[in-house]
């Protein structure tokens, strides 16, 4: 139990520096690293990411905001988009198959990857 708790600190530490770097994408290594190191299933994985990143994407966004790199014209419309697509996503987390969550989430992560690329 000790040796699992040294490793949330230290992928804490890593994720929440990645997130604060690139705004949010701490998510995406979150759940390899839930998973993988510390033995969540899929969708434990998933939900706990989404947990564990949310504080850390709002202290990052105020630091944001006061460091006036944002603007609310965007701002306003995207929250509200992602909430709502938060809401949806959830509901979906418990009803579709984990092979299916497991799926998505690597299709996001190539067509984001092939999209930086390019």
């Given at each position: 139990?000790?040796?699992?708790?040294?490793?949330?600190?230290?992928?804490?530490?890593?994720?929440?520096?990645?997130?604060?770097?690139?705004?949010?994408?701490?998510?995406?290594?979150?759940?390899?690293?839930?998973?993988?190191?510390l033995?969540?299933?899929?969708?434990?994985?998933?939900?706990?990411?989404?947990?564990v990143?949310?504080?850390?994407c709002?202290?990052?966004?105020?630091?944001?905001?006061?460091?006036?790199?944002?603007?609310?014209?965007?701002?306003?419309?995207?929250?509200?988009?992602?909430?709502?697509?938060?809401?949806?996503?959830?509901?979906?987390?418990?009803?579709?198959?984990?092979?299916?969550?497991?799926?998505?989430?690597?299709?996001?992560?190539?067509?984001?990857?092939?999209?930086?690329?390019?």
């Amino acid at each position: 139990m000790k040796s699992n708790f040294k490793k949330a600190i230290i992928s804490g530490v890593g994720l929440g520096a990645v997130n604060g770097f690139f705004g949010g994408g701490g998510g995406m290594i979150a759940v390899p690293i839930l998973s993988g190191a510390l033995g969540y299933s899929g969708k434990q994985a998933h939900a706990t990411a989404i947990l564990v990143i949310a504080p850390v994407c709002l202290v990052s966004a105020l630091i944001y905001i006061i460091g006036g790199f944002t603007r609310a014209d965007v701002i306003i419309p995207a929250t509200i988009g992602n909430v709502t697509g938060g809401l949806v996503g959830a509901e979906l987390l418990g009803k579709i198959p984990e092979i299916w969550t497991d799926l998505i989430f690597i299709a996001v992560l190539i067509v984001a990857g092939v999209k930086m690329v390019i």
